[in-house]
């Protein structure tokens, strides 16, 4: 193991014992090196590692908000991970698909469940204005005046959010992490479409349909017509 692979590992562990909080600075890389027993060299390399992996942000000079903090963004290695891999060819495009058709399936029916299960009022209210901030992505997606990479940017977010209204962190992130991805797959993608208008009205149809059924509590619905968009739009791209 190189060395700042064993500091990696030990601040892993460290984090799993609640030694540092999200929000929580770690200790000076100085400090740190002296206490591991290492290089600071190592305690850098190893800082970049996690900043890169999203686990903590890295701020320069010496005020109360420098050096390194523990924040929370679990997307953010995934989302270059996937990229490089897909640029690389080591993840077909086809893979990627499928494992949006999996998430997805699963994050719409959880939410019909979920709106069914709703017994407060708060937690009705707080789920009323998520389906809204849902519908106002594909209220500006149906500008029709929208570049095609505009209409991706707002088509992505409309599925993060989906899966996001599923209540599990993990799926919203690996879906967070898949965003570049998809924007890239499906720009390549519009590129050879003889009609683009056409698919972009059709894919508008196809979200308000999956959107109607969440809203409406039908999990089944909801995820045949996810399956449908995602492998309908993944056909005629011929993908």
Known sequence: MRTHEAVLARIEADLAAGRWAIGERLPAERAFAEELGVSRPSVREAI???????????????GP??????????????????????????????????????LETWAVGRIGERVGERGGEDEAQAGG??????????????DEELTPQAFQELDSAFHVALAG?????????????????IESYVLAATATMPDWPATAARLRSEHRTILAAVAAGDSAGAQAAVERHIAGFAQEAGL
């Open 48 to 62: 970049r590692v996690l900043e890169a992996m999203g686990i903590v942000r890295t701020a320069v000079g010496s």
């Open 65 to 102: 908000d420098a050096g390194a903090s523990v924040i929370n963004r679990p997307a953010a290695g995934l989302g270059s991970a996937m990229r490089l891999h897909l640029a690389v060819g080591t993840l077909p495009v086809r893979d990627v698909v499928e494992l949006r058709v999996l």
């Open 129 to 142: 204005r998520a389906l809204d901030a849902a519908e106002v992505l594909l209220d500006q997606m149906d």
């Open 165 to 181: 209204l599923s209540g599990n962190l993990l799926v919203e992130a690996v879906m967070l992490g898949l965003r570049g991805a």
